[in-house]
């Protein structure tokens, strides 16, 4: 069911361990040239295109592309308590973590009347995005609207895509997490022209519901920032969009490792393997070790468990795909060498000292610590946040925080004293780059 990938007694330069690793066959710039005339045609027809859209990926024509306010409302008032509680304890719990990820202002006087501040602002909005194909993600909205909230941002829109059997609104229960986090602008949109849509902004030209008042109105004004998870194309859109606006990352088909050694439970690790493939069939699902015994022992409860789970044809096409594999290593630091190669959204650490292991990982989205820590955690409520970079991505960006939706400002105060004392320096350093007018407009001050 899942391949095995050797490494061990190879001495492997960092280019070809990371040809070597497994990774799924997705092509971010072949899926560009499929989104870029969604993109065109949402930027110069606005709602047109939108519905359009839908009909064609989503099989249904939204009569309301904005979610009206009375259908998140019945959403809420419908929502399982239990379902509710849970939603409620996650909400608490991310927004406590995230709330200890807001940067301080800072003033640094580097002389006598040299004063340099930086002051931390959120942008002004932002565009969230909420995946809803193969599963649906009432998560993934607390992930994104809470970091949004804390970060103070003023204006978020969420946007998911329609659902047939919700008479072209997003899940119910997608609906029910933004009114309960008081989102108020949610847009029944799904995939690369939810991204054009946030990117470019949008024009009702339609009459809703046979309202002609709607012809020409602003359906969705453009955002500064773009954040969420989605498959390829949505990847694809955002790296499009990208300079438009700002985005977290280009997070595509989920995906763990996990480096254990003899010491790990073979049942934990492949339960959790299997709960990443139940994603999607692109699902990308990894074992390091330098335990052949682990390794035997968890293909066995792997196919005990691909069996016995809801969506065992979804989890073998993940298992068995080329982005998953049981890589076997000599020894722990040899798989520290290979999971900071492949730079896992979801790493856990199953060894003996786990908690000194993960300290030296340095590319993961999030680093999973011992036996009772799985990865569904993160998911829903250990507080951190399930919005994190795939296919390698964690060897540059961070996951979503505070810090994405807020930006640096600096403020430079200097007296005249401070200017004077500094001037000759500055005039220096403008003449010998030929710029002599930078030097000249300090010295006018003393004239």
């Not at 829109?157 to 609906?175: E, F, M, R, W, Y």
């Not at 998870?229 to 990352?249: L, M, Q, S, T």
């Amino acid at each position: 069911m899942i391949s095995r990938i050797d490494l061990r007694g190879r001495t492997l330069t960092a280019a070809e361990l990371r040809r070597a690793i497994p990774r799924a066959d997705l092509d971010v710039e072949a899926a560009t040239g499929v989104v870029e005339p969604i993109l065109a045609a949402v930027r110069d027809t606005g709602s047109v295109a939108l519905r359009d859209l839908a009909e064609r990926f989503d099989g249904v024509r939204p009569v309301h592309l904005r979610v009206p306010a009375s259908a998140l409302a019945a959403a809420l008032e419908a929502l399982d308590p239990e379902l509710r509680a849970a939603l409620e304890l996650a909400t608490a719990r991310v927004r406590r973590g995230h709330e200890a990820q807001l940067p301080q202002p800072t003033t640094t006087q580097l002389a006598p009347g040299a004063v340099v501040r930086q002051r931390w602002v959120p942008v002004r909005r932002v565009g969230l995005y909420v995946p809803g194909g193969l599963a649906l993600y009432p998560s993934s909205v607390v992930m994104n609207v809470v970091a949004a909230q804390v970060a103070g941002v003023e204006g978020l829109a969420v946007a998911s895509p329609p659902q047939k059997d919700n008479d072209g609104l997003p899940d119910p229960t997608v609906l029910a997490a933004c009114a309960l986090l008081g989102v108020t602008e949610v847009y029944a949109v799904g995939g690369a022209q939810a991204i054009g849509m946030f990117a470019y902004g949008a024009v009702e030209h339609d009459a809703v519901a046979g309202d002609e008042s709607t012809v020409g109105t602003v359906l969705c004004e453009p955002v500064d920032v773009i954040t969420g998870p989605g498959n390829v194309y949505v990847a694809a859109a955002k790296r499009a969009v990208r300079g438009a606006v700002g985005i977290d990352a280009e997070a595509g088909p989920t995906e763990i490792a996990i480096l254990a050694d003899a010491s790990a439970d073979a049942a934990h690790v492949a339960a959790d393997l299997v709960s990443q493939a139940e994603h999607d069939p692109n699902a990308a699902s990894v074992l390091v070790t330098n335990s052949t015994r682990l390794a035997d022992a968890v293909e066995e409860r792997l196919d005990q468990r691909v069996a016995a789970t809801k969506h065992t044809a979804r989890v073998c096409a993940a298992l068995g795909g080329p982005q998953s594999a049981i890589v076997l290593v000599d020894d722990v630091e040899h798989g520290l060498a290979v999971v900071d190669a492949y730079a896992a959204e979801h790493l856990e650490i199953q060894t003996a000292d786990a908690a000194a292991v993960a300290e030296r990982v340095r590319s993961a989205g999030a680093i999973f610590v011992g036996a009772y820590s799985p990865v569904s955690l993160g998911d829903y409520v250990a507080g951190s946040n399930h919005v994190l970079p795939t296919g390698g991505c964690a060897h540059y960006s961070s996951g979503l925080g505070v810090m994405s939706f807020t930006k640096s400002v600096q403020v430079i105060e200097y007296t005249r004293d401070a200017l004077a004392e500094v001037t000759g320096p500055l005039v220096a350093l403008a003449n010998v780059e030929d710029l002599p007018a930078h030097g000249e407009a300090a010295q006018a001050r003393f004239l």
